[in-house]
């Protein structure tokens, strides 16, 4: 069974960190792009940041740059997203998702997600 | 506000066609870049319904369509049923962004 588990969202301060894991299970994830997403309350969906099979390539949307890193361990099939110096416009439930690169990029498995909350 | 533009509201009676339109421009559908539709029941999380402009993954009934022309997309759904009410979200991908790009998503009630 194709599965995508998310953790380690919750409440954080403006200006703290958290880091976001997401492990996989039913497909090779070594050949796969992976990808964040996030949905903020009541709000519509946002790619964040993706990574390449072999995490040689990163990229993210402008909001999150320089704050947020992506990464990947293919031995423990897990993608992982660190996030920094967060702002209380990043509070949102954070997807992790298979990445297709065919047919000009879309995501065809989603985890059940994580809240992360930003407040003081 | 988002890239693709999308109605926040349609409705249809049990049965009934509906479509949802999804508006972009040159640097995303207009420039050739292939339109998905995504699913979210209340509570859950997305799920993929079109992709590549008009292909059903599998378990996808054929009730759900889609179709693209220009800098424009629409996702049809035939034959109504109660548990179509969801929200659904277009992406596709903006070359002046360089990012996948989701439409705000529209909200579809069954009467």
């Known amino acids: 069974e194709v599965q995508l588990v998310e953790s380690g969202g919750g409440l954080v301060q403006p200006g703290g960190s958290l880091r976001l894991s997401c492990e996989v299970s039913g497909f090779t994830f070594s050949t796969y792009w992976m990808a964040w997403l996030r949905q903020a309350p009541g709000k519509g969906l946002e790619w964040v940041a993706n990574i390449k099979r072999d995490g040689t390539d990163k990229y993210y949307v402008n909001s999150v740059k320089g704050r947020f890193t992506i990464s990947r361990d293919n031995a423990k099939n897990s993608l992982y997203v660190q996030m920094n110096s967060l702002r209380a416009e990043d509070t949102a439930v954070y997807y992790c998702?298979?990445?297709?690169?065919?047919?000009?990029?879309?995501?065809?498995?989603w985890g059940r997600g994580t809240l992360v909350t930003v407040s003081s | 506000q988002s890239v693709l533009t999308q109605p926040p509201s349609v409705s249809g009676a049990p049965g009934q066609r509906v479509t949802i339109s999804c508006s972009g421009s040159?640097?995303?559908?207009?420039?050739?870049?292939?339109v998905h539709w995504y699913q979210q029941l209340p509570g859950t999380a997305p799920k993929l319904l079109i992709y590549g402009n008009n292909n059903r993954p599998s378990g996808v009934p054929d009730r759900f369509s889609g179709s693209k022309s220009g800098t424009s997309a629409s996702l049809a759904i035939t034959g109504l049923q109660a548990e179509d009410e969801a929200d659904y979200y277009c992406q596709s991908y903006d070359n002046s962004l360089s990012s996948s790009v989701f439409g705000g998503g529209t909200t579809l009630t069954v009467l």
């Open positions: 040159t640097s995303n559908i207009g420039a050739g870049y292939e």
């Open positions: 998702a298979r990445e297709r690169k065919e047919f000009s990029w879309y995501f065809d498995l």
